[in-house]
């Protein structure tokens, strides 16, 4: 019964109240993960009861930009939270009750998806991709699974927080004569304080990437919002892309679809239309973002000289194919004149990089929905 | 508080076997429990804080969390072609084996030699820095192997990140130094 001994002997970093206290603040952490997610995948794959708002322009520039700083903020955290309660693995005897083996058991969806939604975020992140799944659709239902295992682990330990995390907590957690645990105390503070101290290096060290003004504390980002082509970060480039043939062409137009019949605008006629200036953020479901000076045509003249009554969606389509050669524009944000059919950015002819030569950029939208290098205007 | 603490009446007489006694307890009144539960093992003073969940508030989250787990299974299931269930389930019980049986004993046997070689008042500092040097290093890893750097595009990973890995942990360490310090001047007053 040794290894019993050694778990009943909770040093201060082991003790419930420390467990209780990361616990909440995972809590906080992974439902903001969470519920962020769950916006942005709204974003991209709306169902019929869902509309993408155009407003605030730079609502999904916090979301995501929340969605990935809290999941960060999560990593140090989680480590300690397992370490605090490391010696529970090896208790004995495991299981005490049906209760408890239901409750162990939903343990390992819980720390399983917990470990692996935060190393493939980071690595996704990072551009890299050693999954053999589709990185998006694993995390998102992934996230399902491990919050549900939190929910069932939060009704399990609810009332043990409550009373570690209560006024006469500290005693109840530190168990020893009021002198001894003021010693604990003492460790315990210090033990969350390592763990808060983590959490926070490697939230300033990459929150630059979207808050601009801390770029240059962003030593561990992986993206910057003022590096790039022109200035501003770019996903993908036309290279990589395969687009620079069809964006390049004598005879690229933008055509419109959907009207009596379909109308086609070259770049001159473009470039002669009324023109347009939005500052929109263009925001990565990465977490970065960056503010840029945007100039063109509203999608809604397009539509207009094209003869396209009002109150329509459209869909877009680019020159590039593959999972991003297109994206959906709901009829509020056709409507919203800050959505452009974009020829200039940050005061320059739009770069090959950044879409040339005519991308979409509208409010609160996805960076990946904000397609470039478009060929095509389908009014739905 | 100990095994003679007031009992609410009608309740079995104290036993020594504070496990079971628990077991009996835990779902009737299970905030004065826990205070009660205070129990005398081997002589140390054991917090006999239940591992078990309790009372309803796990019924109703066991019911809840359940449909939700239960909705990502299926939903991770019937979009299979993209979530690759199989996989997906060997890479969770790989992390999980990860953690519980690589880094979590590392770190473990890391505490235990720091505490025999150090002197008390370099303790904490050590571990608190190897802890966050540690920490800062895994998450830095992709970026040292710069895997996502993609030779057309100058803005993925556009930084210098051995240089800036070092120049954290370097920050680290100073602030660790600093409050080995402290620690010493504490310890020789």
Not at chain 1, 168 to 183: K, S, W
Not at chain 1, 271 to 297: F, H, K, N, T, Y
Not at chain 2, 117 to 139: D, E, M, N
């Amino acid at each position: 019964m040794k290894v019993t001994a050694w778990a009943d002997r909770r040093s201060a970093p082991h003790d419930p109240r420390t467990a209780a206290f990361l616990g909440v603040a995972l809590g906080v952490a992974f439902s903001t993960c969470f519920l962020t997610g769950l916006y942005s995948h709204l974003a991209q794959h709306p169902p019929d009861w869902f509309t993408l708002p155009a407003r605030p322009a730079g609502l999904y520039r916090v979301t995501q930009g929340l969605h990935v700083i809290s999941g960060i903020a999560a990593i140090p955290l989680l480590l300690a939270k397992l370490w605090a309660v490391f010696p529970h693995l090896v208790r004995w005897p495991p299981v005490r009750s049906i209760p408890h083996a239901i409750e162990r058991l939903s343990l390992i969806p819980l720390v399983a998806g917990a470990v692996l939604q935060l190393w493939t975020g980071v690595a996704n992140i990072d551009l890299w991709y050693p999954l053999p799944w589709f990185f998006p659709a694993g995390h998102y239902w992934l996230a399902w699974i491990t919050i549900g295992a939190l929910v069932v682990h939060v009704g399990a330990k609810l009332t043990t927080t409550r009373a570690v995390l209560g006024r006469d907590g500290t005693a109840i957690a530190d168990g020893h004569e009021p002198a001894t645990a003021g010693v604990d105390a003492l460790a315990r503070r210090r033990f969350l304080v390592w763990a808060g101290t983590a959490s926070g290096v490697l939230t300033v060290a990459t929150v630059g990437q979207t808050i601009a003004p801390l770029r240059n504390l962003a030593l561990l980002a992986p993206r910057r919002p003022d590096t790039g082509t022109d200035g501003f970060p770019v996903n993908g480039a036309a290279e990589e892309a395969h687009v620079v043939d069809g964006a390049t062409a004598p005879d690229w137009h933008l055509e419109v679809v959907g009207a009596a019949a379909p109308v086609r605008f070259t770049l001159a006629q473009l470039a002669a239309m009324p023109q347009r200036e939005a500052d929109l953020p263009i925001a990565c479901v990465e977490g970065w973002s960056a503010q840029v000076r945007w100039r063109g045509v509203p999608l809604r003249s397009l539509l207009d000289a094209a003869g396209v009554g009002p109150d329509v969606s459209v869909t877009v389509h680019s020159i590039e194919t593959g999972l991003y050669a297109q994206s959906d524009v709901n009829a509020v944000q056709v409507a919203d004149l800050d959505t452009l059919l974009a020829l200039e950015a940050n005061g320059a002819p739009l770069s090959l990089d950044h879409g040339y030569p005519v991308r979409l950029i509208g409010p609160n939208r996805p960076g990946v929905l904000q397609t470039k290098w478009l060929r095509q205007v389908v009014v739905t | 508080m100990s095994a003679t603490a007031p009992r609410p009446p009608g309740r079995r007489p104290a036993r020594h076997d504070s496990d079971a006694d628990a077991d009996a307890d835990i779902w009737t009144d299970a905030d004065a429990d826990i205070r009660a539960d205070v129990d005398l093992v081997d002589g140390a003073a054991r917090r006999a804080l239940p591992d078990e969940p309790l009372g309803r508030w796990f019924w109703l989250a066991l019911l809840v969390g359940g449909a939700i787990m239960a909705y990502g299974v299926v939903g991770a299931i019937g979009q299979q072609a993209d979530t690759q269930p199989p996989q997906l389930l060997r890479f969770a019980v790989g992390s999980l084996l990860a953690h519980d049986a690589v880094l979590a004993p590392l770190v473990t046997v890391a505490g235990i030699v720091a505490a025999r070689v150090l002197p008390t008042w370099l303790r904490g500092p050590v571990r608190g820095g190897l802890a966050l040097t540690g920490i800062v290093v895994l998450f830095s890893y992709p970026l040292l192997r710069a895997f996502g750097r993609h030779p057309l595009n100058d803005s993925t990973l556009p930084q210098d990140y051995p240089r800036n890995v070092a120049v954290v942990v370097a920050l680290i360490w100073i602030g660790a130094a600093s409050m080995a310090v402290v620690r010493w001047r504490e310890a020789r007053r």
